[in-house]
């Protein structure tokens, strides 16, 4: 069983599209998938509930209460006792690929709190050029690497919640910040550096990570 934590505020385009690559890749029966909804509007959570037969739960974070770390944390508490590790994701994010067996290695030591995989950035339909984030995902041949250095910062080390898999044994003693407004990924990790765990990069995961607001709304059935 592997739990997936995916925060949505009004993201009726991507959500299907997210839960469904779940199921596609690692089957209803494995997947405990938790909502955390922030207050959405549009069709979100009618969206979600078309997905019957999965072990799905929606929760919900007040506007008012909403910190990433704090929606985080509250899904990884909701996680499942059967779950070893949990993965989040983005939900404008479609997962493309999983090694499972490079994942369990990975989660399986205790020193290590958590993997990032590589993401496909879209943007209205095209592949991005290498920017930003992006410079940090190298190609889908390349091996895993151990404590990913941000390109554009020396020694600070790089995560990213869009697409992770977070160690539950860790992040049980360790929880993200909630006093924050973003990064909390990267502040966690450095704090778990400093503590001496360490993460790893592994392009063997991967992930469409969609950046448009001009597609039509999910209408697909899980």
């Known amino acids: 069983m592997v739990s997936f934590i995916v925060r949505t505020k009004n993201e009726e385009r991507w959500i299907g599209?997210?839960?469904?690559?779940?199921?596609?890749?690692?089957?209803?029966?494995?997947?405990?998938?938790?909502?955390?909804?922030?207050?959405?509007?549009?069709?979100?959570?009618q969206i979600v509930k078309m997905f019957k037969g999965c072990n799905l739960k929606v929760l919900t974070i007040p506007k008012m209460e909403y910190t990433p770390g704090k929606a985080l944390n509250m899904g990884l508490s909701a996680a499942s006792v059967s779950s070893r590790y949990a993965c989040i994701t983005s939900a404008h994010c479609q997962i493309k690929s999983i090694d499972k067996v490079s994942l369990d290695k990975h989660m399986s030591d205790k020193l290590c709190?958590?993997?990032?995989?590589?993401?496909?950035?879209?943007?209205?339909?095209?592949?991005?050029?290498?920017?930003?984030?992006?410079?940090?995902?190298?190609?889908?041949?390349?091996?895993?690497?151990?404590?990913?250095?941000?390109?554009d910062r020396d020694n600070m080390l790089f995560f990213h919640n869009a697409f992770s898999f977070i160690n539950l044994s860790v992040w049980k003693d360790h929880n993200f910040c909630e006093d924050i407004s973003g990064k909390e990924d990267r502040e966690w990790a450095d704090r778990m550096s400093k503590l001496g765990f360490y993460s790893v990069y592994d392009p063997n995961q991967s992930c469409i990570h969609h950046w448009t607001h001009n597609c039509a709304t999910w209408r697909g059935l899980g």
């Open 113 to 151: 709190f958590g993997a990032i995989g590589r993401q496909i950035p879209v943007y209205k339909g095209k592949k991005l050029k290498s920017k930003y984030v992006w410079e940090n995902f190298s190609n889908e041949n390349s091996d895993p690497v151990i404590n990913l250095i941000e390109s």
């Open 17 to 45: 599209h997210c839960i469904q690559s779940i199921i596609n890749n690692f089957g209803k029966e494995e997947s405990d998938i938790i909502v955390i909804d922030n207050e959405s509007s549009d069709e979100t959570l």
